[in-house]
Structures are given as structure tokens and as C-alpha cells.
């Protein structure tokens, strides 16, 4: 089973950039039929989509975090990033990797959904 | 941007309960609906995608239904392991496979 975990700070001073990384634990990371992507949870909040990256490198963003955020992919480390840049006490969450699969059924647009989660990561912003 | 409302955004229901999550979405979206379930303190998982497939390992008594604008979440029959909060999400807007419904918090009566 693909495993996912997450890693990086869990304090962050405003108006820094927060830097997670994710390990994913198969070669499924250069694999088409995948895409991988970020969400977070304020605490006591609901989920919210932070983007996605597919292995080729082309990547897609929630367009209220878009001028913020980069996602980038390490297929020889097999490893996605999360970059958040002049983060503010809202960007407090546990923030989640998930792997995304995509489903084919004969429309022009695959199903798409997350998969597999990792166990998230608190990112606490705070000076 | 497409908005995803869930209703109700809590529930109280017994054992044995047949329960419905409703989500409805302010444009078409087809079947590009996906629910999943998040127990406190735990990452989420995925119940149904593609509006009523579902997800391997996942108990038969969750059913999803509908298409367009109008979804939902069905349980038959509430066991104790249930309790959780439900999401709906939308993945049919291109770039943005975006909104998570606000959630539904199902607790024990």
C-alpha cells in the first residue's frame, strides 16, 4: 500500500515561507494514473484544497492561495514539496498530502479523487 | 469557482439509523463528486468517488447517488464506528479541482 508522510517545521514566524515535504513510499510517483496533491485543515475547520502537481511537473492551485504556494515534484527522491510564502496566523493547519488517483470511464475528464492521505502535519505561525 | 453546500452541517442519529448527507453544487458538475470521511484526529478517506462508486474496502452500507447539481450521501444502516464528519468535494473545474464542502458532523444521539 502507498504511504505518504509528511515533514518540515511546526513553527513558522509570519511572513515567512513554510516548507513541507512529502515521501511517498512506491515509484507510483512518476506514474500517470496518479497526481499528488495538498489540503489543509484549520484547526477545528474544514477541509481546504491547497493544489495538486501531476509527474510531469505541471501543477494547478486553489486560486485563493495561488500567487503564494509552489508545489514541485523529486521523482529520484520521490518526494513532493509545499512552498507557502508570507504566511500569516491564517495559514495555521494541519496540512495533508494525499495521493490522487484518476479514473477513466469515457468522459474527456477522468474521475479524480485523494486516495491516500498521510497523517498530516500541524504548522503552527506564530513569532 | 464552483461552491459546494453541504446540508445539514450536523446530524444526530442512533445505531441501526438509515442516514442521508446532502451536497449540492452551484453549477453542473455531472458525477465529478467524491465523499469522504474523517474521524476526529485522522486524516480523511475516501467513501465514494465518481458519485456512487465505491471506494475498494469501503462497507456496502454507504451509497452515493445523483448527478448535475444535487448529491447524496447515503448510510443504511449507522454503525458505532460511523461517527465521523463527511465531506463532498467537486473535481470537474479545470485547472481547480477545488471546493470541499463545508462538512457534516454526525454524532451519536
Redesign the interface.
Known amino acids: 500500500q502507498l504511504l505518504l508522510q509528511e515533514s518540515g517545521p511546526g513553527l513558522v514566524r509570519p511572513s515567512e515561507t513554510l516548507s513541507l515535504t512529502c515521501n511517498v513510499s512506491e515509484d507510483s510517483i512518476t506514474d500517470s494514473g496518479y497526481f499528488w496533491g495538498w489540503i489543509r485543515q484549520p484547526p477545528g475547520k474544514g477541509l481546504e484544497y491547497i493544489g495538486r502537481i501531476y509527474y510531469t511537473g505541471r501543477a494547478y492551485y486553489n486560486p485563493s492561495l495561488k500567487s503564494r504556494v509552489v508545489l514541485s515534484l523529486d521523482t529520484a527522491q520521490k518526494q513532493i514539496s509545499l512552498k507557502v510564502t508570507s504566511v500569516t496566523a491564517a495559514d495555521t493547519a494541519v496540512y495533508y498530502c494525499a495521493s490522487g488517483l484518476l479514473v477513466w470511464f469515457g468522459e474527456s475528464i477522468p474521475w479524480r479523487f485523494f486516495e491516500q492521505w498521510g497523517q498530516g502535519t500541524l504548522v503552527t505561525v506564530s513569532s | ?1 464552483i461552491q459546494m453546500t453541504q446540508s445539514p452541517s450536523s446530524l444526530s442519529a442512533s445505531v441501526g439509523d438509515r442516514v442521508t448527507v446532502t451536497c449540492r453544487a452551484s453549477q453542473n458538475i ?3 463528486l ?1 465523499w ?1 470521511q ?1 474521524k476526529s484526529g485522522k ?4 467513501l465514494i ?2 458519485a456512487s ?1 465505491l ?1 475498494s474496502g469501503v462497507p456496502s452500507r454507504f451509497s452515493g447517488s445523483g448527478s448535475g447539481t444535487e448529491f447524496s450521501l447515503t448510510i443504511s444502516s449507522l454503525q458505532p464506528e460511523d461517527f465521523a464528519t463527511y ?1 463532498c ?1 467537486q ?2 473545474s ?10 457534516t458532523k454526525l454524532e451519536i444521539k
Do not use: E, L, R, W
Open positions: 469557482d455531472s458525477t465529478y467524491n469522504y474523517q486524516a480523511p478517506k475516501v468517488f465518481g462508486n471506494q465531506y468535494q473535481s470537474y479545470i485547472p481547480v479541482m477545488n471546493s470541499f464542502g463545508q462538512g
